[in-house]
């Protein structure tokens, strides 16, 4: 078995590999100040990355699909385009926190998001930090982030995007994206539509996904004005979710669920002496329906209001010591079928500290504290360094204690709820080493992760199910990439990634490995450029998982396989069209037990860039 | 002891392999015993939503242990939520809730002979009548009170030939002087009523107890066990234990627990009661009922079972790995035995 996954792991390290260069063609957007300037300037020792948008176009479907093919996450989904949910470092849902613009969007009720839910198009970046966020982020950053953001230029910029796709399953997408610049004016304007009838057939089980049809709206907007001595900031997003819930192997999808959230941020930055000053105010909104029957208008639901008003302020000393502090209060009003009319209160302190003692080594400290909360208010710290040996050899490294604080439907179910929840907390550990050498790039992380007081649903007395804080979870492992590329001569360019991870989470009282973390995951892109022409091919081994948590029974372990093509028109370099062959072995395959992805599938797309 | 298990399995299921792949050679099919003929079979409900559920086989001399039975002889999964079992003469109707269905097998070979897929919404608990007619409870669309029913099959040709309108939450039910009554327990709500069906209408509707989980006849009186409205509705309520007379379909009698103590799984053996509650096994006699009774054994079990002398109980653990079976002697209140289920055993059934 040992040699088999060996064998498996070599074979998809030949045969494939990730990321790319971006196809020369495509206008280069100037540089573009992020709303989230936390995530580079106090972030020095972790491992943050950047998702090409080359990559995010070719996924444009599917933020899910681009995460699970291009980062060690490992995604849990109920058949594609359904609940998603991840897992980073074998923490669970729950503790991996999405931040928009630097905010946690994360549910009120259910402490995740649903990565289905989420359009991947028109935000200037999508990064992955791995590691305890909690100082930065607040509630659930404890496997790591991802982070949507947008920025603004007022450098010259009149573009417009517009892609159309079409794939099998009557896929149909669409978006369309306007960015303009002038004067002191920065306005960028887009909206995405997907819609499937999703009706895949499960390979050699003569069955179809019958009831998986789904349709993902989303609109955005991001201005920036600038003013005497600063910027004031508007990002705005607006998504609506209408899906039918897939059936498994052996049942039959009757549920649907229906989701909208809005998201504002409206910020206001002032320069005064050497002191950057933000005051920023946020609403989020969310509203769901959950209907058992997609046939019958009974349905239940929540909805819940987040409201956040902040100051921050960040000074530069002597070129090299940047502190930032920030004071955050936030206010949550959510009402839902199963949860009643519920508030809650938080105030945050946060210190950051980023010294960068010389050209080599750079060294941050942080802490949060909270106040007004019902629970025992965390008190949280990270430090993290950076240390570049020499040119081609850097260690990191960061240390951090993070927490989640019990979701709503935690504390306030019916039935179940228990109102006496504390939060999670974790300490976690991370010693990372990135070479560069010549065209080769490589980074190996390895961390520990332990976890105390997670919240988890008991069965008790009578019957009824209740959120506890019990289990108590120690995760280690590694992750390893491998990144190289190849001008063979001036017109053709190799690319080739891979990533490895293994993932070891355990329940410290079974001792058993935690459900749904696989061991194993590698993943690996082969890109081929030649003048206009672009090909790819991508690979992803996926180790086996438990399904039980005496790890009596297994969801099995899958490879499956894309090709990618698409081609640049000689005559107008703004227009490209192309297209890729999903699963093109045709293998069956499940993220979660009974529940199968798709057979093998096309989508072909075209863009214009105006 | 595991590797025995181990051996024993696999030598049983060699002998499956034989026992199947000889179903044209008539002379030994009537020599080898059918597999199952003598034992204890659990239904084992499986993994919510993502999975399937089973059934395990323990022989009645404990010398074999089989799981997942029904697809090692049949090759096919059983489907989602193995919610519970039900017999004639010759065949075991495994109600599927969540797959919406019954998969009939032969009940000691457990080979398939049909299944009932058309006509099922959620359906519960399987009753047989007269050898040629079965009664099954569905709750229909869940949240919608109005829509529950019970189907009514013809099990000559396996297709239901009359549907009943029942009031919300029908669950168990049992066939007391040819006649079929059914508890409604009131799905994932709460009810307080026994339907009286008879033929394909209902007779009468008795009213006992907040949320009637479970019931036992013993000569001409129905002990019900209402386990109360739980403290999340607001409106809490005690369990009771309720005698009605099966010749006037009355109440003859109301035994009230304390307010917040509720019970379930009521089970008989001999002139006893027992049942579960708050993380013991109580024993009552039906001589003198004197509630809570005796509490004889710890264990927060998902259901029990009592006969002959032994009381069987199923462990669900934790809801997401295999369970157990325990069987204890009633009159020691020793644990006799352990043997590992599927995932949350639900149901235990007797073959003999």
Redesign the interface.
Do not use: C, F, M, W
């Given at each position: 078995m040992e040699k088999n996954w060996l064998h498996i792991f070599f074979m998809v390290f030949l045969c494939t590999a990730s990321a790319f260069a971006q196809l020369d063609s495509i206008q280069q957007l100037p540089e573009v100040v992020l709303t989230d300037s936390k995530l580079i300037h106090f972030s020095k020792g972790y491992k943050v990355e950047k998702i090409a948008d080359s990559i995010i176009e070719r996924n444009a479907l599917s933020l899910t699909e681009i995460l699970r093919y291009n980062s060690s996450i490992y995604f849990k989904e109920?058949g594609f385009g359904m609940v998603s949910s991840p897992s980073f470092r074998g923490t669970n849902a729950a503790q991996t926190a999405v931040i928009w613009n630097g905010i946690n969007i994360n549910s009120v009720f259910t402490g995740q998001t649903d990565f289905s839910t989420v359009s991947p198009l028109n935000y200037s970046e999508i990064s992955i930090r791995s590691g305890g966020g909690g100082v930065q982020y607040g509630s659930g950053a404890v496997g790591g982030s991802v982070h949507l953001n947008n920025g603004f230029t007022f450098q010259k910029i009149d573009t417009t995007h517009i892609g159309i796709r079409y794939g099998s399953f009557s896929t149909f997408g669409g978006n369309m994206s306007t960015t303009q610049t002038w004067g002191d004016h920065y306005l960028n304007v887009g909206v995405d539509f997907i819609s499937s009838e999703n009706d895949y057939s499960y390979v050699n089980k003569n069955k179809k996904n019958n009831h998986g049809q789904f349709l993902r709206f989303t609109a955005k907007v991001n201005e920036a004005r600038r003013m005497k001595h600063g910027v004031a900031t508007w990002n705005s997003e607006y998504s609506y979710n209408d899906r039918n819930f897939s059936g498994?192997?052996?049942?039959?999808g009757k549920d649907a669920y229906q989701d909208i959230n809005t998201r504002n941020l409206w910020q206001l930055q002032q320069k005064i002496g050497r002191m950057d000053l933000k005051g920023s105010f946020a609403h989020l909104f969310e509203k769901y329906t959950y209907f058992?029957?997609s046939q019958?208008p009974?349905g239940?639901g929540g909805n819940a209001h987040t409201f956040m008003g902040g100051m921050q302020a960040e000074v530069l000393f002597a070129e090299n010591i940047r502190i930032n502090g920030k004071a955050e209060y936030t206010f949550v009003e959510a009402e839902g079928d199963n949860v009643g009319s519920n508030t809650r209160k938080t105030l945050a302190a946060v210190l950051l500290l980023n010294h960068k003692l010389s050209g080599k080594f750079t060294y941050g400290i942080n802490f949060r504290k909270e106040f007004l909360n019902d629970f025992d208010n965390p008190f949280l710290f990270s430090a993290d360094a950076k240390y570049k040996v020499t040119t081609n050899y850097a260690l990191r490294m960061n240390g951090s204690k993070n927490y989640r604080v019990p979701t709503f439907n935690d504390l306030f179910w019916?039935?179940?709820g228990n109102k006496e929840l504390q939060p999670e907390t974790s300490y976690q550990v991370e010693v990372g080493q990135e070479f560069m050498f010549r065209k080769v790039r490589a980074d190996v992380a390895a961390y520990y992760i332990s976890s105390e007081n997670l919240i988890k649903w008991?069965?008790g007395?009578?019957?009824?199910w209740q959120p506890e804080n019990i289990s108590n979870t120690r995760n280690y492992g590694i992750e390893a990439q491998l990144g190289y590329s190849l001008r063979l001569n001036p017109a053709h360019l190799l690319d080739f990634s891979a990533n490895y991870s293994y993932t070891k989470a355990e329940d410290l009282e079974t001792e058993k490995q935690l459900?749904y973390v696989p061991f194993h995951k590698i993943m690996g892109t082969l890109d081929y450029n030649f003048n206009r022409f672009s090909f790819y091919f991508q690979g992803l081994f996926n180790g086996e998982a438990f399904?039980?948590?005496?790890n009596?029974?297994i969801v099995a372990s899958y490879s499956v396989f894309n090709l990618g093509a698409q081609y640049t028109l000689p005559a107008n370099a703004n227009v490209t069209f192309g297209g890729r062959l999903k699963n093109v072995f045709n293998v069956y395959y499940e993220s979660?037990?009974?529940?199968p992805m798709p057979s093998r599938n096309f989508e072909i797309f075209l863009n214009f860039n105006i | 002891m595991k590797t025995m298990k181990k051996i024993i399995f696999m030598a049983f299921t060699a002998l499956l392999f034989a026992a199947c792949s000889s179903d044209d050679d008539t002379v030994e099919t009537e020599i080898v015993p059918e597999a199952f003929a003598e034992g204890i079979f659990v239904t084992n409900e499986g993994?919510f939503?993502?999975?399937?559920g089973n059934i395990t086989f323990i022989s009645e001399d404990y010398s074999t242990v089989a799981q997942n039975i029904f697809r090692n002889v049949n090759g096919k999964?059983l489907?989602?939520i193995v919610q519970s079992m039900g017999f004639t003469e010759d065949n075991a109707y495994i109600v599927?809730s969540?797959?919406?269905k019954i998969e009939i097998a032969n009940r000691y070979s457990f080979e398939s002979i049909d299944s009932i897929t058309t006509g099922l919404d959620n359906p519960r608990y399987f009753v047989s009548v007269a050898g040629n007619k079965g009664y099954v409870t569905n709750w229909g669309?869940?949240?919608?009170n109005t829509d529950d029913y019970l189907a009514v099959l013809d099990l000559r040709n396996n297709t239901i030939s009359a549907t009943i309108p029942v009031d919300f939450g029908p669950e168990r039910l049992l066939e007391a002087n040819n006649k079929i009554y059914v508890a409604h327990q009131g799905g994932y709500g709460q009810n307080n009523k026994i339907s009286v069906i008879s033929g394909n209408s209902v007779e009468s509707i008795i009213t006992v107890g907040d949320v009637p989980n479970s019931m036992v006849v013993m000569g001409n009186t129905l002990y019900v066990l209402c386990?109360g409205m739980?403290?999340?509705?607001g409106t809490e309520t005690a369990g009771s234990i309720v005698k009605v007379d099966l010749g006037t379909n009355q109440v003859m009698e109301t035994f009230t627990f304390g307010t917040t103590e509720?019970p379930?799984s009521l089970t008989m053996d001999g002139s006893n009661l027992f049942y579960n509650l708050?993380?013991k096994v109580y024993k009552v006699s039906t001589a003198s009922i004197n509630l809570p009774g005796t509490a004889i054994i710890d264990g927060?079990f998902y259901t029990l079972q009592a006969k002959n002398g032994l009381l069987y109980a199923a462990d669900?653990k934790?809801?997401?790995?295999?369970g157990s079976l325990l069987i204890y002697d009633i009159a020691t209140n020793q644990q006799l035995e352990e043997f590992q289920t599927g995932?949350v055993p639900g149901g235990i059934y007797f073959n003999e």
């Open positions: 109920n498994s192997l052996n049942t039959i058992p029957n019958k009974h239940t019916n039935a179940g008991v069965p007395n009578g019957g009824v459900i399904t039980t948590t005496d009596s029974d979660v037990s009974y529940r | 993994p939503n993502n999975g399937s999964e489907g989602n599927v969540n797959s919406h669309d869940p949240i919608d386990g739980p403290d999340y509705t509720h379930s708050d993380g927060n669900a934790n809801y997401a790995s295999q995932i």
